[in-house]
């Protein structure tokens, strides 16, 4: 059973910094065999796919977000991050962790529906 809950969102101006935190509350669960991912969304829009750390280590990246944020984990708690950097208002979204079960197809790192378990969300807000 997995159980993951965001934190770290808030209010910044833009060129700003957030760090935000995945965890996962099943006591026995390492997200070592799991890809994560962070998502983003706007009311009316669909998910964007925003970063994705997949089992051996490596990162893969939305166009708009790369150079500036950076995903990463750390397995003994077990918590996932998202470090964003450079914030623009375009970043303003709700962001939510998620895992994949089963290691989802190349094309498919940064798609939503290759992810099966998702946390609430946390509230991301970038003003000029």
């Known amino acids: 059973q997995v159980q993951l809950v965001e934190s770290g969102g808030g209010s910044v101006q833009a060129g700003g910094s957030l760090k935000l935190s995945c965890v996962d509350s099943d006591s026995g669960y390492t997200y070592s065999r799991y890809y994560m991912a962070w998502f983003r969304q706007v009311p009316g829009e669909e998910r964007e796919g925003v970063a994705v750390l997949s089992s051996d280590g490596s990162t893969t990246y939305a166009d708009s977000v790369k150079g500036r944020f950076t995903i990463s984990k750390d397995n003994a708690k077990p918590t996932l991050y998202l470090e964003m950097n450079s914030l623009i208002p375009e970043d303003s979204a709700m962001y939510y962790c998620?895992?994949?079960?089963?290691?989802?197809?190349?094309?498919?790192?940064?798609?939503?529906?290759?992810?099966?378990?998702w946390g609430q969300g946390t509230q991301v807000t970038v003003s000029s």
């Open positions: 998620a895992a994949a079960g089963s290691p989802p197809p190349p094309w498919l790192l940064l798609h939503p529906n290759s992810y099966n378990d």
